[in-house]
Antibody, heavy 118, light 107 residues
């Protein structure tokens, strides 16, 4: 059973770049069956899709964040990553990495809280 | 972007009650709708996809219906472990979008 685990700094300064990595274990991300994505949830609020990537590198982004977001994949490490540039307090959230089948998130990482603060 | 409006935003119910949550899309999405459950402090979990297909392992007291713009999630007999926030999500088109959530609380 595939497990996803997010890793990265829990505190980022305003205007800097948020960087997170998701590592898969118990299964390969190099599969044609799934996309891999990021979803975030500000404290006490709802869910927001950030973007998704295929193992070949083909990606889709939420237009609301597209200019600041990059998602990449490293199949040799069974990982995919998220970068959000020029962060503000509004980017404070729990960030989840997910596996998507037909754009349905059927496997979630445990989530990691990222706080944007000086 | 397709907007999803859930109602109610919260509700109070007792164990054994029948609960119905609705999700309305701003444009037609066929049956490309999923429902997720998020218990307090936990990760969201897929409950239903394709508007009415139960995810493996989800109890049969959960059911979904609808197509086009109007959808419902029904819990036939609420159990203690069902107290959670429920989100709908459309996967008809990018960007993927979620409803604002419905919090099901204990009466």
């Amino acid at each position: 059973q595939l497990q996803l685990q997010e890793s990265g700094p829990g505190l980022v300064k305003p205007s800097e770049t948020l960087s997170l990595t998701c590592t898969g274990s118990g299964g390969s991300i190099s599969t044609s069956s799934y996309y891999w994505g990021w979803i975030r949830q500000p404290p006490g609020k709802g869910l927001e899709w950030i973007g998704s990537i295929f193992y070949t590198g083909s990606s889709y982004y939420n237009p609301s964040l597209k200019s600041r977001v990059t998602i990449s994949v490293d199949t040799s490490k069974n990982q995919f990553s998220l970068k959000v540039s020029s962060v503000t307090a509004a980017d404070t959230a729990v960030y989840y990495c997910v596996r998507l089948r037909r754009n349905i998130a059927n496997n979630w990482g445990q989530g990691t809280l990222v706080i944007v603060s000086s | 972007a397709i907007q999803l409006t859930q109602s109610p935003s919260s509700l109070s119910a007792s164990v054994g009650d029948r609960v119905i949550i609705t999700c309305r899309a701003s444009q037609g999405i066929s049956r490309a709708l999923a429902w997720y459950q998020q218990r307090p402090g936990e990760t969201p979990e897929l409950v239903i996809y394709d508007a009415s297909t139960l995810e493996t392992g989800v109890p049969s007291r959960f059911s979904g219906s609808g197509s086009g713009t109007d959808f419902t999630l029904t819990i036939s007999s609420l159990q203690p472990e069902d107290f959670a926030t429920y989100y709908c999500q459309q996967f008809n088109s990018y960007p993927l979008t979620f409803g604002g959530g419905t919090k099901v609380e204990i009466k």
